[in-house]
């Protein structure tokens, strides 16, 4: 993947991840009305967190690779 792929990726992970927080964070202020959805709204948040993390991982590993060269 190239790093403009990379850059790409994380931008669009971040702003999955910021909904998912935002989806998490209506939930709660609805609480107790759908609090059979907290599992699973929470593992989406979680998921794509972990994604996004990982991500952000690999593009700065791959920046990291590019200044080298």
Not at 5 to 10: F, I, N
Not at 12 to 34: F, G, I, Q, Y
Not at 42 to 54: D, G, I, R, W
Request: avoid cysteine.
């Amino acid at each position: 993947m190239t790093l403009e792929e990379l850059e790409k990726k994380v931008k669009k992970l971040s702003m999955r991840a910021t909904d998912a927080k935002m989806n998490l964070h209506d939930l709660a202020e609805e609480l107790p009305v759908d609090y059979e959805k907290i599992p699973e709204t929470a593992e989406a948040t979680f998921n794509v967190y972990k994604e996004l993390t990982a991500a952000r991982k690999e593009l700065k590993a791959a920046k990291k690779a590019a200044a080298e060269v």
